[in-house]
C-alpha cells in the first residue's frame, strides 16, 4: 500500500492492549486436550473463554507437577487458576407492557460490550470501542452476525454503536488483515462471509461515515480473499482460491488450521474418529464450514445425514461469490470516487470475469436456481438453499433469472414461518430444514424486493414476524433461529443448546416491523400467548 491508502482511522492506542494471539489450544496444551476431552464443562466453548488467574505458563508448570498425583482433581485445578465467565441469571427481565419493538431497544444495552478493561492473556481479542454480541453463549463481536444486527441498531437510533462497530472492523482489517469469525485468538485462522461492503453502504447511508473512508480496508479484506489467486492453473486450489477448467477463479472456504476447532474440541473429534478420511481433512472441512455461518448444513455434507462426510473446501459457494462480487463493485466505484480510475476499471473487469463464472458454474438453467458447484467432482450441488437468493440480493442476476428463482423459491422452500433454510429435512443439522434464520430472511426479502416479487417477499416477512411474535408472547424473548412452523417450538440441532438474545433476529426483526407498520407484531407483548396462528 502506498501512504494514500494508510487508514484514516485515529485509534485510542491506550485503550487498546498489544493483542495476544496465542489460542488456548497452542497456550495450555496438554492441560487443554485434558479439559476438553475429560468434558470438565459440558461446553467446549466454556474453557476456552476462561480468563487465567495467573501467568498462563506457570499455571501449565502446576498442572504438570501435579496432574500425575492421586486423587487429582482436574475440575478443582481449572476452577483455582481460570476465572469463569458467567451470565448473570437476572441480567435482563423482560417487562410485559412493552412492546416486541420496545423490547429490542431495551436489549441493546444488554448485548453492548465496553471493552474498558481487557482481561490479560484471555483468548478476547481487544477492541478499541464498544460493540454488540449476539447473546448467550455468544459473548464476542462475530462478523457477518454484526451486519444484521446493525439494520436494528440503526432503526434504534443508535448511531453511537453503528460508529463505534464502524471503527472496530476498520481496526480489526488494519490489524489482522481481514475480520476474524469472532474478536476471540480462536477465531484468527478463518473469517466469516465477507460483508463489510454491506456495512459500508450502510455507514454511509447514517452519516456514520463516507463509504470512500473505508477503501484501504476493503482493499486489504479483498487481498486476503483472494491471496495466491494469480498463480494458480486450472483444477489447481490455493486456500481461498479455486481455478475452474476454463481458468476462471471463484472462491471457497476455508482455515488456515486442520486441527479440531477449540470452541467444539471434543465434538471435532468424535465426527472425525466416526470418518474414514484422514482426521486434518475432516477438521480443515469442519473449520471452512464455521467460516461460512452455516455451521453445519446438509449444503456441505457428502451425505446428508453424516456430518463426517463434510466437504466444504471442495464446495464453491454461491453466496460467498456473490458477496465477493459485491466487494469488487464496491472498491471500483470507490475508487472512482478517489480518482483512482485505472485501479476502478480492473476491478469492474474482475467484478464481470465473477459474474460470467457465477453464471457459468453456479446457475443452473434447467432448475431456474443458482446452485453450490463441486470443484472436485466437477459438477453443481442438487441441493437446494436459501443461497439461491444472495445473486438477487446483491443485485447480480437478471431479471429473468430472479423470476425464475422466485418461482423455485415459493414451490420449494416458502415455509408457514418464512424461508426455509435447505430442502434438506432430518440431517439433524441447524442449518436445514425445519429451522429458519433471521439474516435469510434479511436477504431473501430484500433480494425479491429488488426484482419486484414483492407478494412473495411479504409472505416471506409476515410469516418470519408471526413466528418471531408467537413465540415472543410465548416465552418473553427471542432467540438465534426458530422452527418455521406454528408450534412455537424451540429450534433444535447442532451442537450446542439454543440460544436467546439475540444480535441477529433482534436486528432484522426491528427493521421488518418498521417495514410492515400492520403486522400483528405491533401488537404482541411479552408472555400473553395467543392459541391462533394464521398463514396466508
Same mark, same amino acid.
Given at each position: 500500500m502506498t501512504d494514500t491508502d494508510l487508514s484514516p482511522f485515529d485509534y485510542d492506542t491506550h485503550a487498546v492492549s498489544d493483542a495476544d494471539t496465542l489460542t488456548p489450544a497452542d497456550r495450555y496444551q496438554e492441560l487443554f486436550v485434558a479439559v476438553q476431552t475429560q468434558r470438565v464443562f459440558p461446553d467446549s466453548k466454556t474453557f476456552v473463554d476462561c480468563a487465567p488467574r495467573q501467568h498462563p505458563e506457570r499455571i501449565l508448570d502446576r498442572y504438570r507437577a501435579r496432574s500425575d498425583e492421586p486423587g487429582f482433581d482436574l475440575k478443582a485445578f481449572v476452577l483455582e487458576h481460570f476465572?469463569?465467565?458467567?451470565?448473570?441469571?437476572?441480567?435482563?427481565v423482560a417487562n410485559p407492557d412493552d412492546s416486541l419493538a420496545e423490547h429490542i431497544d431495551r436489549l441493546w444495552p444488554v448485548l453492548t460490550r465496553r471493552p474498558r478493561q481487557h482481561p490479560e492473556f484471555s483468548s478476547l481479542l481487544p477492541l478499541p470501542h464498544d460493540y454488540v454480541v449476539p447473546g448467550g453463549r455468544f459473548t464476542e463481536m462475530y462478523y457477518w452476525d454484526s451486519y444484521f444486527t446493525m439494520l436494528g441498531l440503526d432503526e434504534s437510533g443508535h448511531c453511537e454503536l453503528l460508529r463505534s462497530m464502524a471503527d472496530n472492523f476498520a481496526y480489526l482489517i488494519d490489524t489482522y488483515g481481514h475480520v476474524p469469525n469472532g474478536n476471540r485468538s480462536y477465531y484468527l485462522s478463518r473469517s466469516q462471509p465477507p460483508v463489510f461492503a454491506l456495512m459500508i453502504d450502510l455507514f454511509e447511508d447514517t452519516g456514520v461515515h463516507r463509504a470512500s473512508d473505508y477503501l484501504p480496508q476493503l482493499r486489504k479484506e479483498y487481498a486476503f480473499w483472494t491471496e495466491g489467486s494469480e498463480h494458480l492453473r486450472?483444477?489447481?486450489?490455493?486456500?481461498? =482460491?479455486?481455478?475452474?477448467?476454463?481458468?476462471?477463479? #471463484?472462491?471457497?472456504?476455508?482455515? !488456515?488450521?486442520?486441527?479440531?476447532?477449540?470452541?467444539?474440541?471434543?465434538?471435532?473429534? !468424535?465426527?472425525?474418529?466416526?470418518?474414514?478420511?484422514?482426521?486434518?481433512?475432516?477438521?480443515?472441512?469442519l473449520r471452512a464450514g464455521a467460516e461460512s455461518g452455516w455451521d453445519f448444513s446438509s449444503r456441505w455434507l457428502g451425505d446428508p445425514q453424516r456430518l463426517s462426510s463434510i466437504r466444504t473446501t @471442495?464446495?464453491?459457494?454461491?453466496d460467498l461469490n456473490s458477496f465477493l462480487h459485491k466487494v469488487e463493485c464496491q472498491i471500483a466505484r470507490l475508487s472512482d470516487q478517489?480518482?483512482?480510475?485505472? =485501479?476502478?476499471?480492473?476491478?469492474? $473487469?474482475?467484478?464481470?470475469?465473477? %459474474?460470467?463464472?457465477?453464471?457459468?458454474?453456479?446457475?443452473?438453467?434447467? &432448475?431456474?436456481?443458482?446452485?453450490d458447484y463441486d470443484w472436485t467432482l466437477q459438477q453443481p450441488r442438487t441441493n437446494l438453499t436459501a443461497a439461491t437468493l444472495?445473486?438477487?440480493? #446483491?443485485?447480480?442476476?437478471?431479471? !429473468? $433469472?430472479?423470476?425464475?428463482?422466485?418461482?423455485? +423459491?415459493?414451490?420449494? #422452500?416458502?415455509?408457514?414461518?418464512?424461508?426455509?433454510?435447505? &430442502?434438506?429435512?432430518?440431517?439433524?443439522?441447524?442449518?436445514?430444514?425445519? @429451522?429458519?434464520?433471521?439474516?435469510?430472511?434479511w436477504m431473501g426479502i430484500r433480494g425479491l424486493q429488488h426484482y419486484g416479487h414483492k407478494a412473495l417477499a411479504l409472505q416471506i416477512e409476515e410469516r418470519w414476524l408471526s413466528v418471531v411474535s408467537l413465540l415472543f408472547e410465548r416465552?418473553?424473548?427471542?432467540?438465534?433461529?426458530?422452527? %418455521?412452523?406454528?408450534?412455537?417450538?424451540?429450534?433444535?440441532?447442532?451442537?450446542?443448546?439454543? $440460544? &436467546?438474545?439475540?444480535?441477529?433476529? @433482534?436486528? +432484522?426483526?426491528?427493521? %421488518?416491523? $418498521?417495514?410492515?407498520? @400492520?403486522?400483528?407484531?405491533?401488537? =404482541?407483548?411479552?408472555?400473553? =400467548?395467543?392459541?391462533?396462528?394464521?398463514?396466508?
Open positions: 476465572e469463569v465467565y458467567e451470565i448473570a441469571p437476572t441480567e435482563f486450472p483444477g489447481e486450489a490455493h486456500r481461498r =482460491c479455486v481455478c475452474l477448467p476454463d481458468g476462471s477463479v #471463484l472462491n471457497r472456504y476455508w482455515d !488456515e488450521r486442520d486441527t479440531p476447532r477449540e470452541e467444539s474440541y471434543l465434538e471435532d473429534v !468424535e465426527t472425525a474418529r466416526s470418518s474414514s478420511r484422514p482426521a486434518h481433512e475432516v477438521y480443515r472441512d @471442495n464446495i464453491i459457494p454461491v478517489k480518482g483512482r480510475h485505472e =485501479c476502478a476499471e480492473a476491478f469492474r $473487469q474482475r467484478a464481470n470475469a465473477r %459474474l460470467t463464472a457465477i453464471n457459468l458454474y453456479l446457475w443452473n438453467d434447467r &432448475d431456474g436456481a443458482y446452485f444472495t445473486p438477487l440480493f #446483491l443485485r447480480l442476476a437478471s431479471d !429473468e $433469472q430472479a423470476g425464475r428463482v422466485a418461482d423455485i +423459491v415459493r414451490e420449494r #422452500l416458502l415455509a408457514p414461518g418464512g424461508l426455509s433454510t435447505t &430442502d434438506i429435512a432430518g440431517s439433524g443439522e441447524q442449518w436445514d430444514r425445519p @429451522n429458519g434464520w433471521a439474516p435469510l430472511q416465552d418473553s424473548k427471542l432467540v438465534e433461529k426458530y422452527v %418455521l412452523r406454528p408450534s412455537a417450538e424451540h429450534a433444535c440441532g447442532g451442537e450446542y443448546p439454543l $440460544q &436467546d438474545g439475540f444480535g441477529w433476529t @433482534n436486528g +432484522v426483526t426491528r427493521k %421488518l416491523m $418498521q417495514d410492515d407498520p @400492520n403486522h400483528e407484531a405491533h401488537r =404482541c407483548r411479552a408472555g400473553r =400467548c395467543r392459541a391462533d396462528w394464521a398463514v396466508d
